[in-house]
């Protein structure tokens, strides 16, 4: 009963993905609003966001709200901002934080045989489906191949775990250092709003209950 009347096609799943409903400036405008709405103080909502930004340089694909959720926790940061803030890592960024995170972790590594940049997705789409058949195969009569996997981790995934730590960082750190004074200055211009609908609101009961007396 919860299934649509017309199902979606898989070329309209990866378009919503690639390009969601109403825009990415809608989208962005949609995280930045419930980001503006959380109750914490500053400082904690910008370590979530913090937490979430990093979390998009890491290659656990699938896993981001969860790696998220536990940085957030570990560094005592908000975890909904965390969440909402994986939202930096995105069809439009991940070629670009992909790029950069491979590139630098093959130089740390001086890895010689790593994956070319332009198989990096194709690579991991086919780890994760290998990874899905090994796994299934502890359930059935398949044979588990998991050597078909070591190519994979040494020439993609360590690189890009290594390399993406250093932009991520820095990445969060910037990402705190912008969104903590902004969110308290908009959180002090609230409360102030706030006080001043209920001077206002205060102030007519006064005069009403003095128009009563005075009858």
């Known amino acids: ?43 904690k909502i910008s370590r979530g966001i913090a937490a979430g930004v990093f979390t998009s340089f890491t290659p656990f694909f699938g896993l981001h709200f969860l790696i998220a959720a536990v940085v957030a926790w570990a560094i005592r940061g908000n975890m909904i901002a965390a969440l909402l803030s994986t939202f930096v890592g995105n069809p439009l960024t991940f070629p670009l934080i992909a790029t ?16 070319p940049l ?10 994760s489906a290998e990874l899905w058949h090994n796994l299934s195969a502890i359930f059935t009569d398949e044979v588990a191949h998991w ?24 990445a969060g750190a910037a990402a705190y250092a912008l969104s903590r004074p902004l969110i308290s200055a908009y ?7 706030m006080k001043r609908g209920f001077a206002r609101r205060r102030a007519r009961a006064d005069k009403a209950e003095a128009a009563m007396k005075a009858e």
């Open 147 to 170: 050597g078909r996997l070591e190519n994979f981790f040494w020439h993609l995934f360590l690189p890009y775990l290594v390399g993406g730590l250093i932009p991520g960082l820095i």
């Open 1 to 43: 009963m919860f299934k649509r009347r017309a199902p979606r096609s898989y070329l309209h799943i990866l378009a919503r993905t690639v390009y969601p409903r109403g825009g990415w400036w809608r989208a962005v405008l949609y995280v930045v609003h419930r980001l503006r709405r959380l109750p914490d103080p500053a400082h």
């Open 100 to 115: 950069v995170s491979v590139e630098l972790g093959t130089t740390i590594l001086g890895d010689e045989n790593a994956i």
């Open 187 to 193: 959180q002090k211009a609230r409360i102030g709003r």
């Open 118 to 127: 332009g198989r990096i997705f194709g690579a991991f789409s086919n780890a």
